[in-house]
């Protein structure tokens, strides 16, 4: 098995990479080598950027994968040159998405591949959508044409919404439009060198703010239930799908099983930091006033109680079983961070935006 990782040194593709060598597959990585030292022996590092394409068809020719991996397309732009450059070339394009695309508001807690896809209040959430929507030939959402026009593009898009949602379906070469694609929706992954929370994940900055003593926001009452993955427990689903040519056409969330609520993830930490964390609970419709960009991300996803059904991806990839609590995976990352001392500093933009926010609430409350 050949498999291309676009990226293949960050937070999610890094781990996805040991479970491919791993397995024994032939790994290939194509970024602009800026992070040699993150790269794996047994790796093959193409250095070009993804967005330059013809940069990136020169480093790709003579090569063709049985897979190729996108962990760096946020924009439908970047998917329509992807078409252009591996249409030909791979037998399995694989999107990564994103699980705050599906429907908030969420009628119900229980999300499966089959919840609509629709965020009003998170940009980056809707850009992917556009993203998922290219492969499947809509052009709906911004068609501009006659009522006709539009009519028969809506039409294609239910026909394609519904046969999606049959995974025993096999798509026609016709249907996928010759290119074979697959939809993969991580939803909050992390990895060694992560604290996860609600304002920043890939940093030391929640800890630090913990170890100061310094108090935290979490998003209204503290008892939304989040769930966490861990990027290895997500590699074993994402790999697992790489070759299967009945996972062509269609979508699947990769996730943890294990919920907890806001307030049990900030104590977990401190647990494990050996301190008892400040927490100040602050709505998140007050937070997106004073920072709409943060509240955004709260809105739009991480104050959205959900609770993820992962029986479809355990279909497809029996192997699939998460494995690692939030609980192990912190004393993990915070084992790495103790490895490298010099990256236990504090977050700035994170200490700015919490203390505006805690000043401002203080404000309200007096």
Request: glycine share 8%; net charge negative; hydrophobic share 40%.
């Amino acid at each position: 098995m050949k498999v291309l990782f676009i990226g293949g040194t960050g937070n999610i593709s890094s781990a996805c990479t040991d479970e491919a060598l791993g397995r024994g597959y032939e790994v290939f990585h194509l970024n602009r080598g800026t992070h040699p030292e993150r790269e794996k022996p047994g790796v093959r590092t193409l250095k070009a950027d993804i967005r330059d394409t013809q940069a990136v068809k020169a480093a790709l020719r003579g090569l063709r994968f049985d897979s190729v991996v996108q962990f760096l397309a946020f924009r439908p732009e970047h998917v329509k040159a992807d078409i252009e450059i591996f249409d030909g070339i791979t037998d399995q394009y694989v999107l990564i998405s994103t699980c705050s695309a599906y429907r908030k508001p969420s009628l119900t807690p229980v999300i499966t591949e089959d919840t609509p896809l629709e965020n009003p209040f998170w940009e980056y959430s809707r850009l992917k959508i556009a993203c998922e929507w290219v492969l499947a030939g809509s052009g709906a959402a911004s068609h501009t044409g006659n009522g006709e026009e539009t009519a028969r593009t809506e039409e294609k898009v239910r026909i394609i919404k519904e046969k999606a949602r049959d995974e025993d379906a096999v798509f026609s070469e016709a249907e996928q439009r010759s290119f074979p694609y697959t939809i993969v929706r991580p939803s909050h992954t992390y990895d060694n060198g992560w604290i996860p929370g609600c304002f920043g994940s890939a940093s030391y900055g929640l800890a630090w703010r913990m170890l100061n003593g310094l108090e935290v926001v979490v998003p209204g009452d503290g008892q939304s239930l989040w769930t966490l993955t861990h990027a290895s427990d997500f590699a074993v689903g994402l790999v697992g799908l790489l070759g299967k040519r009945e996972a062509l056409g269609q979508a699947f969330h990769i996730t943890s099983d294990e919920h907890l609520t806001w307030d049990a993830i900030h104590s977990i930490i401190g647990e494990a930091l050996g301190v008892q964390p400040k927490i100040v609970h602050i709505p998140s419709d007050f937070i997106a006033k004073v920072l709409p960009e943060r509240g955004a991300g709260l809105l739009g996803d991480k104050a959205v109680s959900v609770l993820f059904d992962n029986s479809k991806i355990r279909r497809f990839v029996p192997e699939f079983a998460p494995r690692i609590s939030f609980t192990e995976g912190i004393h993990r990352s915070l084992a790495w961070f103790d490895a490298h001392p010099d990256l236990k500093v504090p977050d700035k933009a994170m200490n700015a935006d919490m203390d505006a926010i805690l000043e401002r609430w203080q404000l309200c409350a007096q």
